[in-house]
Each structure stands twice: as C-alpha cells, then as structure tokens.
C-alpha cells in the first residue's frame, strides 16, 4: 500500500526542533516559579499530569501526518516544553521527535529541571531554554 502524505509542517534543524506554527508549546498556567516546590519538583508530578496511552498514541499518529512522517518507530512523542518543567499535555505542546533525538532531548530536560528544583535558574528561563533550542 502506497501512503500519501502531504506535510503541513517542516522540522527545524535536520528534526531535533519542531515547527513553530504547528507546535508552538504550551505551559500549564498553574505551574509556576513560586510553587515550583509543590508541583514539578515533587517526584509523582509527572506521572500525574502525563496523558493517558491512547491519548498519546493519537496525538503522536496525527502529529506524525502533520510532519509527513510515515515510519511510526522513527518517532516518539514529545513535548516541545516537557512536562517536567509544567509544559501542558495538549496537541499544541506535542510533536513527534525523531527517536535519534529523544534521549539528548530528555537528558537536557533533566538538566534543566533539576537547576529549576535547586532554584539556580528559573522556571521561565528553563522553558524559554528548552522551547527556543534545547541543543544549547
């Protein structure tokens, strides 16, 4: 079978960043530099906000026909700001990383989410960090 796909969206340096207009990210307005303690900081926060199975296998087939991909195990699905530093579990956040680039990608991720929870940079910097480029 012969899959047609038209992308609408294009990736940004050779795949490590999405596109803007289709991913432009979101935070979780709740999330905050003063309650960084009581929300991503804590050790369940992520396994709390992170959507469900099916809701990550839809969002990651319809993200992939956005950006015309069609091999499903070349891609994974990521948060452009990661939950970990209260990026929101909503389509607008999400787009399908390249897998080559999803453990450089959540290596950064911890690094900036630990500077974050020992107060060394803030929350918005990290985002900012994180959403702009994450390669440094």
Same mark, same amino acid.
Not at 13 to 24: E, F
Not at 35 to 52: A, F, K, Q, S
Not at 75 to 103: E, H, K, M
């Given at each position: 079978? !012969? ?10 340096? &050779? @795949? ?6 289709? +991913?432009?990210? %979101?935070?979780?307005? %709740?999330?905050?530099? +003063?309650? =960084? ?7 369940? /926060?992520?396994?709390? =906000?992170?959507?469900?199975?099916? #809701? $990550? $296998? $839809? ?6 026909? &956005? /950006? ?10 990521? %948060?452009? !700001?990661?939950?970990?530093? @209260?990026?929101?579990? =909503?389509?607008?956040?999400?787009? *399908?990383? *390249?897998?080559? %680039? ?7 991720? @911890?690094?900036? &989410? ?6 060394? !940079? ?7 960090? =994180?959403? +702009?480029? #994450?390669?440094?």
């Amino acid at each position: 079978m !012969i899959e047609l796909v038209l992308a609408l969206c294009l990736y940004r340096a &050779h @795949g490590a960043l999405p596109d803007l207009r289709c +991913t432009p990210g %979101f935070a979780d307005p %709740f999330v905050t530099d +003063t309650n =960084v303690d009581r929300t991503i900081c804590l050790p369940e /926060y992520e396994d709390r =906000v992170r959507p469900n199975v099916f #809701w $990550q $296998q $839809q969002t990651l087939r319809a993200s992939r026909l &956005h /950006y015309g991909d069609t091999n499903p195990s070349a891609y994974r699905l990521d %948060f452009l !700001i990661p939950l970990s530093l @209260g990026g929101a579990a =909503v389509p607008g956040n999400a787009w *399908p990383i *390249p897998v080559r %680039f999803n453990r450089p990608k959540n290596l950064a991720e @911890g690094t900036l &989410h630990r500077l974050v929870c020992e107060h060394v !940079i803030s929350l918005w910097a990290a985002r900012a960090l =994180v959403s +702009t480029d #994450w390669r440094g």
